[in-house]
């Protein structure tokens, strides 16, 4: 999955607050369910903030692997921690883990 764009993370941002505003103002008025908030908008907004979660995620992901590659983990022993075998690892995050600089 490609990254999201500066511009795509900030739209998503900002989608996301004004919706969380919305939401806040109706249920402090506790009124039914104003039109603005119809199932399908409600849907793409969670749809949009999945993928932001799973961007910054993965960012975590790669970083994670590359600290754990510069302190001495092989690929072996990051695919036992991830649940995946020496050659997803490698695949994953190639010239990261220790054996690779062997």
């Known amino acids: 999955m490609a990254a999201l764009t500066k511009a795509q993370h900030d739209l998503v941002q ?3 607050a004004q919706m969380t505003v919305r939401i ?3 249920m402090m008025a506790g009124e ?3 039109d603005w908030m119809d199932e399908h ?3 793409l907004a969670v749809l949009a903030a999945t993928v932001f979660l799973e961007e910054q995620v993965a ?3 790669r970083e994670a692997a590359h600290r754990a590659g510069a302190a001495g ?3 072996v022993q990051m695919g036992t921690a991830c649940g995946i075998s020496r050659q997803a690892a490698r695949k ?3 010239d990261v883990a220790a054996a690779s600089r062997k």
């Open 14 to 16: 900002d989608e996301l």
């Open 24 to 26: 806040a103002q109706w």
């Open 32 to 34: 039914d369910s104003p």
């Open 41 to 43: 908008r409600v849907r």
């Open 59 to 61: 960012d975590q992901q």
């Open 73 to 75: 983990a092989t690929y």
């Open 92 to 94: 994953r995050w190639p």
